[in-house]
């Protein structure tokens, strides 16, 4: 595979310029799911075929061999292994809520678990935290105990980083970003990452720990020198509308990704959606279940280092290669994809599964 990778800033730029210049559109769906909090993405893959062999899918032999397809194991397993119930839900109790207001240099919040330090607003404890205002050079941390679970709902936000990330998960069991109902929220950084501890923060929105996006609203991201959204464990997106720009990949997950719904128009000067772990080669999956994507990619729209799954959703692609992982899956959904380079592209990227399409 050509890897291609340009810095044009500038395109990025004008890509932002442009998707913000379109309303908003699209909602989530109402779908339900039972997962318990503690069940891990990572189980959400089918057995993974044996390795070995040709790289070459095509033969009748080779796919007969080397998966199961039921849709016992597929559609209504990954998905219910995938979603949990909270993370489709995106509901949240105003009056239990910790407000936080964002007023330019600073914030206020209402409860002091909130620790607040310039334009540094740090979450010490676990629930819900209402954001509404502008802050004009700051970050969101949560950091609080491995065990507890952060909801986080933006509620008409615009923050800005000059050098940093915007919204940082430090440590968590889990984060829920919620896009409160017809909120627009802007997150942008501004230009450079300077790191500040021992972790290589290199987007908008990164994260440690599983991080969860759902709601109605709309949320945009402007990251022209790094990730738009990045996730060190799992990533998951239930609902929303999202205008991503970003210099490095616009979502990227390190152990799986897993979107049901939501609307999604995205430019990336690397991957679109990017799934890996360099650590373990079974891990690194993307699963799609629904869903409107818009995908302008220098490099691959898709690209899952271990299994890609497309069950529904319609998507949109120019890119450099269009899907690309070691074993791809499509069970349903509309794609269509304008690639210089391959459309769909089954390729060793793990020695856990065998190359298929």
Request: net charge negative; aromatic share 6%; glycine share 10%.
């Amino acid at each position: 595979m050509k890897t291609l990778k340009y810095k044009a800033p500038a395109l990025i730029a004008l890509a932002l310029a442009s998707a913000l210049a379109l309303s908003a559109c699209g909602a989530a769906g109402s779908s339900t799911a039972s997962r318990s909090e503690s069940s891990s993405a990572q189980s959400a893959a089918p057995a993974a075929p044996a390795a070995g062999g040709s790289s070459s899918a095509g033969s009748a032999e080779a796919l007969s061999s080397t998966a199961d397809v039921s849709p016992d194991s597929t559609e209504a397993g990954l998905w219910s292994e995938s979603f949990s119930s909270r993370d489709l839900s995106g509901e949240y109790e105003t009056a239990e809520a910790v407000t936080v207001t964002l007023n330019g240099a600073s914030a206020e919040a209402s409860d002091e678990s909130v620790e607040i330090s310039g334009g540094t607003v740090t979450i010490t404890a676990a629930g819900t935290y209402i954001l509404s205002g502008t802050l004009d050079d700051g970050t969101v941390v949560v950091d609080v105990s491995k065990d507890d679970k952060v909801q986080l709902v933006l509620d008409g936000v615009s923050i800005t980083s000059a050098d940093y990330a915007v919204i940082y998960v430090k440590q968590a069991d889990k984060v829920f970003v919620t896009l409160a109902d017809g909120s627009v929220n802007s997150l942008a950084n501004g230009g450079s990452f300077a790191q500040k501890d021992d972790n290589d923060v290199n987007a908008v929105v990164f994260s440690k720990d599983d991080i969860t996006f759902n709601g109605t609203g709309t949320l945009r991201i402007s990251s022209p020198a790094g990730h738009g959204i990045s996730g060190k464990d799992e990533v998951t997106v239930t609902g929303g509308v999202y205008e991503i720009a970003a210099d490095g990949h616009a979502i990227r997950a390190k152990d799986s990704l897993a979107i049901a719904d939501g609307s999604f128009r995205i430019y990336a000067n690397e991957d679109g959606l990017h799934a890996e772990n360099s650590d373990d080669e079974s891990l690194g999956s993307i699963y799609i279940a629904g869903g409107s994507f818009e995908i302008e990619a220098k490099d691959d729209a898709v690209h899952a280092i271990t299994l890609l799954q497309i069950d529904g959703g319609t998507l949109s692609i120019t890119a450099a290669e269009g899907l690309e992982a070691t074993y791809i899956r499509i069970n349903g959904g509309e794609i269509s994809i304008s690639a210089s380079d391959d459309g769909v592209n089954a390729a060793r990227k793990s020695s856990v599964y065998t190359p298929t399409f």
